[in-house]
């Protein structure tokens, strides 16, 4: 059985997670809007991954006996002022997912729930590869700047990204 402290920073987690996946299909639909299919497809696997996230904690709090109580998602942003602004926004959230799961493993760890404790160790690691995968992004968008021939190569290698 779950602890309660656990039970609710659990069920917080899965909206972070709910909302990150929101969050990656309003930038999606913006790329795509702004006629960006690579960097949209990009942006469609991260909202699924992210989704796939949620899914993953939602079943541990059932096989805890834990309750899942969803909450309502917020609405996120619909608009950025380039590729660049919003690859960097979407690092910027990736980082308060980190300190979320940070804290959430750091109560697990003070309430001496191990199996939660050991379950978080994969979210720890799968936040070092999400923040990598933006800053990697970040950094070719730097390079090219708005030079047009770049992003259009960029674009082309972003909507070839493998699914998970």
């Not at 402290?5 to 996946?21: G, R």
């Not at 709090?61 to 919003?86: C, D, T």
């Not at 730097?142 to 070839?160: C, N, P, R």
Request: one cysteine or more.
């Amino acid at each position: 059985m779950l602890d309660k402290k656990i039970e609710k920073a659990l069920n917080d987690q899965i909206n972070e997670e709910l909302f990150s996946s929101y969050l990656y299909l309003a930038m999606s639909a913006w790329f795509e809007d702004q006629n960006w299919r690579g960097f949209a497809r990009w942006m469609a696997l991260q909202s699924q991954e992210e989704y796939g996230h949620a899914m993953k904690i939602y079943h541990f709090v059932l096989e805890r006996g834990g309750k899942v109580e969803l909450k309502a998602i917020a609405e996120p942003k619909k608009e950025w002022k380039s590729v660049l602004n919003a690859f960097e926004e979407a690092l910027a959230h990736e980082e308060h997912i980190t300190k979320c799961i940070n804290d959430l493993t750091d109560l697990a760890i003070k309430t001496k729930d191990h199996a939660t404790a050991i379950f978080l160790q994969w979210f720890v690691t799968e936040q070092v590869e999400e923040e990598a995968n933006a800053t990697e992004m970040i950094g070719k968008l730097q390079l090219v700047k708005d030079a047009s021939g770049g992003l259009f190569m960029i674009d082309k290698e972003a909507g070839a990204r493998a699914a998970g």
